[in-house]
């Protein structure tokens, strides 16, 4: 498939930064953030300055952003109310020998907040608190192995990392099982094979892959899973980390209609702000309790601060519900193009955190043409990864991104030719 | 080593190393120099494994056949993986056992081993050799060709990548040097299909931009990363088969260190 010529943002400073970068950073920028994983040339590297939807990158190229910095940005970037709790506090005190107050009344907001919360666990990262979550569940059920769904993301510690990363050895899955997801009877199978041994279960709430089209459980899995969970002593997680929040307050398990017995969160929770938990019901609070884990910022007051914050303020607007009409204006803006140009588009996942494919394109050459080419002209899409949509989305940048995809799916429909 | 990786190496060894005297011998003066007059084939087998290459000699050019042939008149046979890797790595002064017919072609077994030092040569070239751009480009051919071959014997037999590679997507890889060499891989239910050249229509691809980044990268010398944000590298379309054999490509260097 060729890539046709097209213009659009220049990206030099960010090239040269990168080759700074690459003399004393391994990688130059490691982890999901790293360029192998978009198309190099056609994105930016390094963000300037960022406010509301959109931000700035070093070469001075604006964008609307479908990222949200991955997930994190929920209300916007700058957020008046949240930068001034997280400013007030920080007035006060952040990190000290003690947890503030504030620590206190954010885990009770929070109970209130989630239906299945009779606790709270602070950390910083979403992998923090998976990991986090699979200890509680073995403290609890005196058992050792974990199961999770074949290509589910929840980190990258060593137990959820894939074998063949670097530093990654076999021994370290010895105890995790896999299955498909949607298999329901894989699952049944699994723990009938290794019954009274299994700690817990651990899924995200539908099948995000990146790479891949979204899945959403088919009807009757999540209930499924939760009846042989109960029957069978099995902890339920759900990894909420990367959808919390923008399907429901109260977790995306009370969006699906299922009850786990914890929930990791982090990304939106703070708004940008380093923090994540895990929530859980009382039965496994003591064992929760005796979890030996920790970490030198994790009791830090300023985020906390945010995420009270955040999530009061996310409650105020009705942001889930602001955010889930700006993602399906959007995304049936694109089909709408698409159609124009008689290019199928496959939209998949809930319209907050969509992502499209180009029918009868599985390796994805037309994602990684139309994305970038978008991106050029101002609107950021990734061409691997579920977008996030925000409540500082307006319609006014819904239709400027409507108006970049238009130029850019005469680019797809060149490639074609 | 243990034993199962032994093994593993001695099948890159007979099905990815060996067979590059093919290439060889369309550009390398002393091998056909060696080679001339040569018409039997010469297999090299490993005792007890279903493990053999197939030299044949024609017109000055060698072919060589990852197997057996049923009519061998020169078989050389290693008595197990490890004395066949200590051989091929120069560790060892021990030579593989000829069939008796092979006694009869003394003089011809005695150039074996210049002729698989030619391999060594181009495969663990001097400076002066990666000096020059002509002869760069064939020692990164070469050993994109053993990459590409040794990447099947190391995914579906390495006791650790096997399990990996059955659960890779399906699709072609094509990975190549821009204006130059290529390779690709068809991969199928986690057997490999090693082939060189372009491929017509590759699921993915991997395309580098030079013939020293291209050295570095298969010398295990580059930061791939660094090098695909950089642009010196280029990946397209199936990302995840890429990623998903990049494991085995790193086990391969693990496996030609010595």
């Not at chain 1, 891949?212 to 009757?220: F, K, L």
């Not at chain 1, 009270?308 to 204006?329: C, D, F, W």
């Not at chain 2, 080593?1 to 190496?9: D, W």
């Not at chain 2, 064939?138 to 037999?157: N, S």
């Amino acid at each position: 498939m060729a890539e046709a010529e097209s213009s659009g943002y220049q990206f030099v400073k960010s090239a040269e930064l990168f080759e700074r970068a690459s003399r004393v950073i391994p990688g130059a920028i490691y982890g999901h953030m790293s360029p192998t994983l978009m198309v190099p040339g056609s994105y930016p590297f390094y963000t300037l300055k960022a406010e509301g939807c959109r931000y700035t990158d070093i070469d001075g190229n604006d964008f609307i952003d479908y990222m949200c910095g991955y997930g994190p940005m929920i209300l916007g970037y700058k957020h008046k109310i949240v930068d001034k709790a997280a400013a007030e506090q920080q007035a006060l005190a952040d990190t000290t020998n003690h947890p503030g107050p504030i620590m206190v009344e954010l885990a009770e907001y929070m109970v209130n907040l989630i239906p299945i919360a009779d606790w709270v666990f602070f950390a910083k990262n979403g992998g923090d608190m998976t990991t986090y979550a699979t200890l509680a569940a073995r403290a609890h059920t005196n058992r050792k192995k974990i199961v999770t769904i074949r290509n589910h993301y929840h980190g990258v510690a060593p137990w959820c990392t894939g074998f063949g990363h670097g530093g990654i050895t076999a021994e370290d899955h010895t105890n995790i099982l896999k299955v498909e997801w949607n298999d329901l009877e894989g699952f049944r199978q699994l723990v009938k094979k290794h019954r009274d041994q299994i700690a817990a279960f651990i899924a995200m709430p539908y099948h995000h892959i990146t790479f891949g089209e979204q899945v959403m459980p088919a009807p009757g899995y999540w209930k499924g899973l939760e009846s042989i969970c109960r029957s069978e002593g099995i902890v339920l997680i759900l990894d909420d980390v990367r959808a919390g929040f923008r399907l429901s307050l109260g977790g995306s398990g009370e969006f699906f209609g299922f009850e786990p017995d914890l929930i990791c969160f982090s990304k939106a929770m703070g708004n940008g702000y380093p923090i994540s938990a895990c929530v859980g019901k009382k039965a496994l609070m003591n064992a929760a309790a005796k979890v030996f884990y920790t970490g030198s910022f994790w009791m830090s007051a300023v985020p906390m601060a945010a995420s009270l914050a955040t999530l009061k303020n996310l409650k105020e607007i009705n942001a889930v519900e602001k955010i889930e009409r700006m993602g399906k204006m959007l995304i049936n803006g694109l089909v709408e193009i698409g159609n124009r140009h008689g290019i199928e588009i496959s939209p998949s996942g809930p319209p907050a955190i969509p992502f499209i494919h180009f029918k009868e394109d599985p390796n994805l050459y037309l994602n990684q043409i139309f994305c970038s080419e978008v991106t050029k002209r101002g609107s950021f899409f990734h061409p691997h990864h579920n977008w996030f949509l925000s409540a500082a989305h307006e319609e006014k940048d819904i239709n400027e991104t409507l108006n970049h995809a238009e130029a850019a799916m005469k680019t797809v429909k060149a490639s074609l030719s | 080593m243990e034993a199962a990786k032994e093994l593993v190496l001695a099948r890159i060894h007979l099905r990815a190393i060996v067979p590059l005297l093919e290439d060889i011998s369309e550009f390398d003066s002393e091998t056909q120099q060696i080679i001339k007059g040569w018409s039997k084939p010469i297999q090299f087998q490993l005792a007890g494994e279903d493990v053999a290459v197939t030299l044949s000699f024609r017109e000055g050019k060698v072919f060589a056949l990852r197997d057996r042939i049923n009519k061998s008149k020169i078989t050389l046979t290693f008595s197990n993986a490890e004395t066949l890797n200590a051989i091929f790595q120069g560790r060892s002064k021990k030579s593989p056992r000829p069939n008796l017919t092979g006694l009869f072609h003394l003089k011809k077994l005695l150039q074996v081993d210049p002729l698989l030092k030619r391999i060594e040569y181009y495969m663990k070239p001097g400076e002066k050799l990666l000096g020059d751009h002509n002869s760069l480009e064939q020692c990164v051919k070469l050993t994109l060709y053993a990459m590409a071959f040794g990447v099947k014997e190391i995914g579906e037999h390495d006791p650790e990548m096997k399990p990996l590679a059955e659960h890779l997507p399906d699709g072609l890889v094509e990975i190549r040097v821009k204006d130059g060499p290529a390779v690709h891989i068809t991969v199928k239910k986690g057997a490999f299909t090693p082939a060189k050249g372009r491929a017509e229509k590759p699921s993915a691809y991997l395309e580098i931009a030079d013939m020293e980044t291209a050295w570095n990268m298969l010398q295990g010398t580059l930061d791939q990363y660094a090098a695909i944000g950089s642009g010196k590298i280029k990946i397209r379309g199936l990302i995840p088969l890429i990623d998903g054999i990049n494991p085995i490509l790193d086990r391969l260097s693990i496996y030609m260190a010595d």
